[in-house]
């Protein structure tokens, strides 16, 4: 099963077992010397949580949140993130049969690509994303961002 999201016109699934919310758009608090795509931090009931836009990850185009924006807070390893989307969809079902592996592309190592597989439902392609890829790469260290905002508070 999946959780179906937007961002910038295209649809892409995260396994719903690394979900644990999703939340409105809210204040994000920056954080200092992080990757442009870490947006900052949230309290979200009293947990701190480093927030990640999905749009700037993917090197698209900022573009103004709206009402339609959302926080999905994911756990990885025990580790609370979220991911800033433009909008969520559906939780779908694909099965496995149904789950192409990327192409392999000339000069592209697809051990460390963040999609995982194409999902096929109906007309629909879903990229399907490897949210452990998506959230480690370039050595972010999310559980050290949340500790180092906390110690400065």
């Given at each position: 099963?999946y959780?179906?999201?937007?961002?910038?016109g295209?649809e892409?699934?995260?396994?719903?077992?690394?979900?644990t919310e999703?939340?409105?758009?809210?204040?994000i608090?920056e954080v200092?010397d992080?990757?442009h795509?870490?947006?900052g931090v949230?309290?979200?009931?009293?947990?701190v949580?480093p927030?990640?836009d999905?749009?700037?990850?993917?090197?698209?185009?900022?573009?103004e949140?709206?009402?339609?924006?959302?926080?999905i807070?994911?756990?990885?390893?025990?580790?609370?993130?979220?991911?800033?989307v433009?909008?969520?969809s559906?939780v779908?079902?694909?099965?496995a049969?149904?789950?192409?592996?990327?192409a392999?592309?000339k000069?592209?190592?697809?051990?460390?690509s963040?999609?995982r597989?194409?999902g096929?439902?109906d007309?629909q392609?879903?990229?399907?994303?490897n949210i452990?890829r998506?959230?480690s790469?370039?050595?972010?260290?999310?559980?050290c961002?949340?500790?180092e905002?906390q110690?400065?508070?």
């Open positions: 099963m959780l179906t999201f937007g961002v910038s295209e892409y699934g995260i396994g719903i077992s690394y979900v999703v939340v409105g758009i809210q204040r608090m200092p992080v990757p795509f870490i947006k949230i309290n979200l009931r009293g947990k949580i927030v990640m999905v749009r700037l990850r993917f090197n698209m185009e900022a573009v949140y709206n009402e339609r924006t959302v926080i807070v994911l756990d990885i390893n025990n580790v609370l993130v979220g991911l800033v433009d909008y969520v559906e779908l079902e694909i099965p049969a149904d789950v192409e592996k990327p392999q592309l000069g592209t190592h697809n051990e460390n963040v999609i597989g194409y096929k439902r007309e392609v879903v990229m399907l994303l452990e998506l959230v790469d370039h050595d972010i260290d999310l559980g961002i949340v500790k905002n110690q400065n508070k």
